[in-house]
T-cell receptor
């Protein structure tokens, strides 16, 4: 049972435009959400996170939005750059521990 | 710091052989995680250790998989016997529990079982 779902396996965006990556979750116990970015032949690296007490967190070009009632979060990248081309994983945790549940990932391609 | 170190980076083996993957976490981290990445299921947590003790191994697929952490600086994931369906990328990650939630991943081991 996939508790964290990324329904779009791929996304293509033009350079300079906004990229929106989506993530849905089913476990209402989740209270902390993270996005990781992964380049080929490398491990995932932490990008941005949000606590369930907030609905938005911003870090430079990256903003994560959380809609708890819909059990949905999204990552916005503005403006998108070719170096943003990577696989993006959504992850969630609860209870203060370190165990993360990941989604299946979305391959973002930013075209010139 | 060198980051999380995994070896080997690539492994090709035949069905039925034993495979051992190795991980050195970041010095000072007290939590270590083993993940498997596949197209269908994304990143699956196999097992995680806290202070060298296995805390949750519910993701270990079956008895063919075992993991150990004999000390704070080394862990192994063993598959015996290996099967073609075990082919995947295996990641090790570490973190310091109680100080942020960020896990730091190694580069992964790409395993191919023929």
């Amino acid at each position: 049972d996939q508790q964290v779902k990324q329904n779009s396996p791929s996304l293509s965006v033009q350079e300079g435009r906004i990229s929106i990556l989506n993530c849905d979750y089913t476990n209402s116990m989740f209270d902390y959400f993270l996005w990781y970015k992964k380049y080929p032949a490398e491990g995932p690296t932490f990008l941005i996170s949000i606590s369930s007490i907030k609905d938005k967190n911003e870090d430079g070009r990256f903003t994560v939005f959380l809609n708890k009632s819909a059990k949905h979060l999204s990552l916005h990248i503005v403006p998108s750059q070719p170096g943003d081309s990577a696989v993006y994983f959504c992850a969630a945790k609860w209870g203060g521990g370190n165990k993360l549940t990941f989604g299946t990932g979305t391959q973002l391609k930013v075209e010139l | 710091d060198a980051g999380v170190i995994q070896s080997p980076r690539h492994e090709v083996t035949e069905m039925g052989q034993e495979v051992t993957l190795r991980c050195k976490p970041i010095s000072g981290h007290n939590s270590l995680f083993w993940y498997r990445q596949t197209m269908m299921r994304g990143l699956e947590l196999l097992i995680y250790f806290n202070n060298n003790v296995p805390i949750d191994d519910s993701g270990m697929p079956e008895d063919r998989f075992s993991a150990k952490m004999p000390n704070a600086s080394f862990s192994t994931l063993k598959i015996q016997p290996s099967e073609p369906r075990d082919s995947a990328v295996y990641f090790c990650a570490s973190s310091f529990e109680g100080f942020g939630e960020t896990q730091y991943f190694g580069p992964g081991t790409r395993l191919l079982v023929l």
